[in-house]
């Protein structure tokens, strides 16, 4: 049988790239360079990366407009999420003796529903870079479990995690999407940023970021990430400790969304 929700998307992706094809006048010459740089993306392993880069902020920019309006704004992913991520009784992630000058980073809030009430034993997850733009489990050297967490909210609906502040993050810049960036003209910057996954039965699950007013990359990410207003946090610092507060505000799933 026919998929026609599979048949619509693929032909208004192929008739957008046509488009595009036609309105610059591409040439065989350049439509085979454009085939050779694909193959380099998957041969280098790069291809989540490289569609992160390009189309992660647009599906965030769907969710976003099917948002109920008083839920958090959600943000992107980005290709770093790992879900076998440890359980922290404490919130206290793992963070590596060997950086030396890193600053710890409170991050904590409430979670609620979107009438306002705090929710109790919601699954938060936060994972965030090393203080040279390294994610555990994923970059050399930084073991799965480290820089990456979840907890529980307790009784009042609060979660709190704490780890090390995390740096402006470069997209490796000897592969091909970073190459891409800089003959594009563009940086391959994304700003310091923390990532928070929210997940409870019955409501939406919420992916989002947060970020630090004072990093230069900031209003300027390589990602176009949604960077909303209210997750940009000013430097607070309580016993030597960055503070990140970040309520966290999620609604019921769809019933359509129920029965799946
Ligand atoms: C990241 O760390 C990230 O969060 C995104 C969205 C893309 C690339 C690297
Ligand atoms: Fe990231």
């Given at each position: 049988m026919a998929n026609n929700r599979l048949d619509q998307v693929v032909s208004t992706i192929v008739e957008a790239v046509r488009g595009a094809v036609r309105d610059e006048n591409i040439s065989f010459e350049e439509y085979r360079a454009a085939i050779g740089y694909m193959m380099k993306i998957a041969e280098s392993g790069e291809l989540p990366l490289f569609i992160d880069v390009f189309l992660n902020t647009s599906i965030v920019s769907v969710i976003n407009q099917n948002a109920h309006p008083a839920a958090s704004p959600s943000d992107m992913e980005g290709p770093y999420f790992l879900d076998s991520a440890p359980v922290l009784e404490d919130g206290k992630m793992k963070t590596m003796d060997?950086?030396?000058?890193d600053q710890p980073m409170i991050v904590r809030g409430t979670v609620k529903d979107v009438d306002g009430q705090p929710l109790a034993d919601v699954l938060v997850d936060m994972w965030n870079s090393t203080p040279d733009g390294k994610y555990g489990g994923i970059?050399?050297?930084?073991?799965?479990?480290?820089y990456r967490g979840k907890v529980r909210t307790d009784a009042q609906g609060q979660y709190q995690f704490e780890s090390t502040v995390p740096v402006a993050y470069?997209?490796?810049?000897?592969g091909p999407t970073g190459a891409l960036l800089e003959m594009m003209g563009r940086h391959s910057w994304r700003p310091a940023h923390v990532h928070l996954k929210v997940r409870h039965p019955g409501y939406r699950d919420l992916t989002t970021q947060l970020y630090f007013a004072?990093?230069?990359y900031t209003h300027s990410d390589c990602c176009e990430g949604i960077v909303p207003e209210q997750f940009i946090y000013p430097e607070l610092i309580e016993d030597g400790k960055r503070v990140l507060e970040a309520d966290l505000v999620i609604e019921p799933q769809a019933e359509s969304q129920m029965a799946a």
């Amino acid at each position: 049988m026919a998929n026609n929700r599979l048949d619509q998307v693929v032909s208004t992706i192929v008739e957008a790239v046509r488009g595009a094809v036609r309105d610059e006048n591409i040439s065989f010459e350049e439509y085979r360079a454009a085939i050779g740089y694909m193959m380099k993306i998957a041969e280098s392993g790069e291809l989540p990366l490289f569609i992160d880069v390009f189309l992660n902020t647009s599906i965030v920019s769907v969710i976003n407009q099917n948002a109920h309006p008083a839920a958090s704004p959600s943000d992107m992913e980005g290709p770093y999420f790992l879900d076998s991520a440890p359980v922290l009784e404490d919130g206290k992630m793992k963070t590596m003796d060997a950086y030396a000058d890193d600053q710890p980073m409170i991050v904590r809030g409430t979670v609620k529903d979107v009438d306002g009430q705090p929710l109790a034993d919601v699954l938060v997850d936060m994972w965030n870079s090393t203080p040279d733009g390294k994610y555990g489990g994923i970059h050399e050297g930084i073991p799965v479990d480290y820089y990456r967490g979840k907890v529980r909210t307790d009784a009042q609906g609060q979660y709190q995690f704490e780890s090390t502040v995390p740096v402006a993050y470069k997209i490796p810049d000897s592969g091909p999407t970073g190459a891409l960036l800089e003959m594009m003209g563009r940086h391959s910057w994304r700003p310091a940023h923390v990532h928070l996954k929210v997940r409870h039965p019955g409501y939406r699950d919420l992916t989002t970021q947060l970020y630090f007013a004072e990093d230069e990359y900031t209003h300027s990410d390589c990602c176009e990430g949604i960077v909303p207003e209210q997750f940009i946090y000013p430097e607070l610092i309580e016993d030597g400790k960055r503070v990140l507060e970040a309520d966290l505000v999620i609604e019921p799933q769809a019933e359509s969304q129920m029965a799946a």
